[in-house]
T-cell receptor, first 114, second 116 residues
């Protein structure tokens, strides 16, 4: 089955700096890669996703890049703000033949310091 | 739509007692997932259903755990008997069938279970 590894487990940045979280996956047939943000005591919420037919996707201050050859993808947050502090999870799945099952990384605790 | 609805939000029970967690998926979603979240193990998929049928229960830790989906709008996760190591946040999530629809999951607010 799919295995997703995520690094770092914790990340502390100064407000205004950029943050990068990296994930690798094992199943070369995976073709959908979402990122979830989980604030303290809240549910995970989808913030951005990418399919394997594109290499990069951007939505305001967040962007995701995908390298299919190396089987890794990354989340980039620019101009970080205190409200970006949360746990971020990457995930991967096959859109067909995978039973719609998402495999999650272990999470990154991002802390944006003033 | 009210989203995915879970109940109760918090549950404290004594070891050995039966615990039942409940989930109502988003209307029209044909996949339902049960996840367990702990600090040590992160988000673990326990079981998921497609059109009310269990597809993969390989993540269910032991026979003490069981899940049902009697209809498209309701699912339960039962632990009997409960043990302190079952303490965790249990999330339910639902989604539509990819790849022709939105691919992501919508999570419920979770049930924080404490077994003492």
């Amino acid at each position: 089955g799919e295995n997703v590894e995520q690094h770092p487990s914790t990340l502390s940045v100064q407000e205004g700096d950029s943050a990068v979280i990296k994930c690798t996956y094992s199943d070369s047939a995976s073709n959908y890669f979402p990122w979830y943000k989980q604030e303290l005591g809240k549910r995970p919420q989808l913030i951005i996703d990418i399919r394997s037919n594109v290499g990069e996707k951007k939505d305001q201050r967040i962007a995701v890049t995908l390298n299919k050859t190396a089987k890794h993808f990354s989340l980039h947050i620019t101009e970080t703000q205190p409200e970006d502090s949360a746990v971020y999870f990457c995930a991967a799945k096959r859109l067909t033949g995978g039973g719609n099952k998402l495999t999650f990384g272990t999470g990154t605790q991002l802390k944006v310091e003033l | 739509d009210a989203g995915v609805i879970q109940s109760p939000r918090h549950e404290v029970t004594e070891m050995g007692q039966e615990v039942t967690l409940r989930c109502k998926p988003i209307s029209g979603h044909d996949y339902l997932f049960w996840y367990r979240q702990t600090m040590m193990r992160g988000l673990e998929l326990l079981i998921y259903f497609n059109n009310n049928v269990p597809i993969d229960d390989s993540g269910m830790p032991e026979d003490r755990f069981s899940a049902k989906m009697p209809n498209a709008s309701f699912s339960t996760l039962k632990i009997q008997p409960s043990e302190p190591r079952d303490s965790a946040v249990y999330f339910c999530a639902s989604s539509l069938d990819p790849p022709t629809h939105n691919y992501g999951y919508t999570f419920g607010s979770g049930t924080r279970l404490t077994v003492v």
